[in-house]
């Protein structure tokens, strides 16, 4: 059974930084691209960034480009995401997702909510 | 403003149809077929129910059904049962920076 549990959300001021953490298990971790999607409480689903399988392509939606960093160790199934200038429209939950080979998304985390807000 | 726009709410009774549209642009829907659907139930997770416009991923039941024209796509669920209630989401690959784009999502009420 594919397995995706995020963890390192909290709360933080604008302006500052954290570091998500995602564990993953139950499938082949380095065979899948992997993605963070993001959900403001009650509103819809934004996609953040994505890495492919050995970590060395990279992308960024624009609203995080330069200031997030998504990475991934395949030898302890974990993939990472350093967010820094953090701002208040950066609040929402975080999703760690697999890539479904068909530019889809086929397994989510159960999220980890950030809030950025002094 | 999501790229994609659904309807925010539509709601059939128990074993009646309903259809589910998404509207985006010639940049991503009209584009490609990778049109993908969500179910998320309240306080859970996203869950796969539609890849590549209409294919169904293993489990997901037959009930469930996509198609798209132009730029357009529908996700129609025959034979409404109360646990389809849930929010729906749309998505594409766009050719975009963004990569991916969403919908608002539709929230079902199954009367």
């Known amino acids: 059974e594919v397995q995706l549990v995020e963890s390192g959300g909290g709360l933080v001021q604008p302006g500052g930084s954290l570091r998500l953490s995602c564990e993953a298990s139950g499938f082949s971790f380095s065979s899948y691209y992997m993605h963070w999607v993001r959900q403001v409480p009650g509103k819809g689903l934004v996609w953040v960034s994505r890495i492919n399988g050995d970590g060395r392509d990279t992308t960024y939606a624009d609203s995080v480009k330069g200031r997030f960093t998504i990475s991934r160790d395949n030898a302890k199934n974990t993939l990472d995401v350093q967010m820094n200038s953090l701002r208040a429209d950066d609040t929402a939950v975080y999703y760690c997702?697999?890539?479904?080979?068909?530019?889809?998304?086929?397994?989510w985390g159960q999220g980890t909510l950030v809030t950025v807000s002094s | 403003q999501s790229a994609l726009t659904q309807p925010a709410s539509v709601s059939g009774s128990p074993g009646q149809s309903i259809t589910i549209s998404c509207t985006g642009t010639?940049?991503?829907?009209?584009?490609?077929?990778?049109v993908s659907w969500y179910q998320q139930h309240p306080g859970k997770a996203p869950k796969l129910m539609i890849n590549?416009?209409?294919n169904r991923p293993s489990g997901v039941s037959n009930r469930f059904s996509g198609s798209k024209s132009g730029n357009t796509a529908s996700l129609t669920i025959s034979g409404l049962q109360a646990e389809d209630e849930a929010h729906y989401f749309c998505?594409?690959?766009?050719?975009?920076?963004?990569?991916?784009?969403f919908g608002g999502g539709t929230k079902l009420t199954v009367l």
């Open positions: 590549e416009v209409s």
């Open positions: 998505s594409s690959y766009t050719s975009d920076t963004t990569l991916w784009v």
């Open positions: 997702v697999r890539d479904g080979h068909s530019y889809d998304f086929d397994s």
């Open positions: 010639s940049s991503d829907v009209g584009r490609y077929n990778y």
